[in-house]
């Protein structure tokens, strides 16, 4: 291929996880003949079926129509993808086993297994959330081992999907970033770009901006914004805790801020925090990657960021052992296993792990999710999951809401008050409406929200009763 020609036909993706699935539907989407790449073989099986292995609004669909057409394939084989005029990086970097910093095994691993199948000029474009510096890294071991050598170009072009709005976020995404080696105006940068905007020209046509950046500052991007939003949200959560000790009310406090545009009201709700594949781990891999480079003090803060979130969950455990401790019973209703609404993903999940930590107190905890049960019984098969709200809320001493599904928001609280023991709800999600729960019988609390105060007269009513 030339990329210069404007030729990308066919585009390969390696790593079909949460990201590669809906970026490889996503291509064969715009038109792309696509191959997906990856070394599960079960995975791989399934998505040939057209069944995707997670729960994603709107993917299925598109995967099992591309599939059925024959535009989109999976293999195990590196040398089935190797014909491709651009290969996507996709694979995970989670989390390293002794330590903060991110695991780069798959993504080494895998440049190394498509380099020697790399024979005809393409373009490889990262699009993994790697440490800074990995794409340098990568672009070599690609010129060293690829037989093309100085054919095969890299590029990076971070990801910034949802989940729960992948297919969205994937076609019409906020920007573009593309990072190429040596900056825009390398040699070499315009076959690259190109081809990138060969590939993106249903986005860029449609007015979503393109950000030109050397390497590293395309890396860059993707860890500064998770570590934006991820101190965002601690930062709202913080002010909870400060609210707790005020006797004030932090979503009073977080409305009143989102109403300055400067601030703005997204990210800005408090609770649990934040959970999930990406937001704990990389602004942990990103502080452990500041520190091997010499800035290590420059995201001193991100550290306090992960505290204040790893306090959120602690203070839900306490809030329910307190308030057990108030009456005889020990049986707890986790309302959400999900770490958000509309996915089943449970890594990191912060309403799954205060159930464990609440089953490791020797609480009886009985967990219902929407979509999450499946996942979460592989991870804590320990625990007890109800296949209804109704079943895990029979006879409970405390109910805790963790994850704001639509379908919890909507609890009717009089209905539910008939089926436990004592009508008392943590809303640890701010996702309920107070005033109703109340006005049907509960004890509402909720993390940085103080308990209605008597006023001088209904306090003297109580009195006088
Ligand atoms: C995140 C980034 O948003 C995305 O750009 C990146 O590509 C991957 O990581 P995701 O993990 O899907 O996406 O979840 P997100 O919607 O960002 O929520 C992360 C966590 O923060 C969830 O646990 C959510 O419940 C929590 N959250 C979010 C809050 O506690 N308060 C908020 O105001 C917003």
Redesign the pocket.
Known sequence: MDVSQGRVRTVSIIGTGY?GTTHAACMAELGFEVVGLDSDPHKVAMLAAGRLPFVEPDLEPLLAEHVATGRLRFTTDPAEAAAADVHFLCVGTPQRSDGLGADLGAVRGSVAALAPHLSRPCLVVGKS?VPVGTAAELAETLREAAPAGPEVHLAWN?????????VA?TLRPDRLVFGLEGGPDAPGAARALTALREVYADALGAGVPEVLADLPTAELV?TA??SF??T??SF??AMAELCDAAGADVTVLAGALALDERIGG??????????????PK?IRAFVARAEEIGAGAALAFLREVDAVNLR?RTRAVDLVLDELARGSGRRVAVLGAS???G?D?VR???GLDVAAALHRSGIDVRIHDPAAMPTARRVHPELTYADSVAAACADADVVLLT??WPQFRDLDPGGLAAVVARPVVIDA?HALPAGSWRAAGWRYLAPGRPEPVATPRAAAATTAA
């Open positions: 990201l959330t971070p990801e910034f999907l949802r989940e729960g709005h992948a976020d993707k914004a998770n939003l991820a965002k949200i709202i959560n997204r990210f800005l709700a408090p609770g649990l925090g934040f959970g999930g594949g990406c937001l990389d959120c770490f958000k609404p996915s993903d990191d999940s912060p994850t704001e999600r």
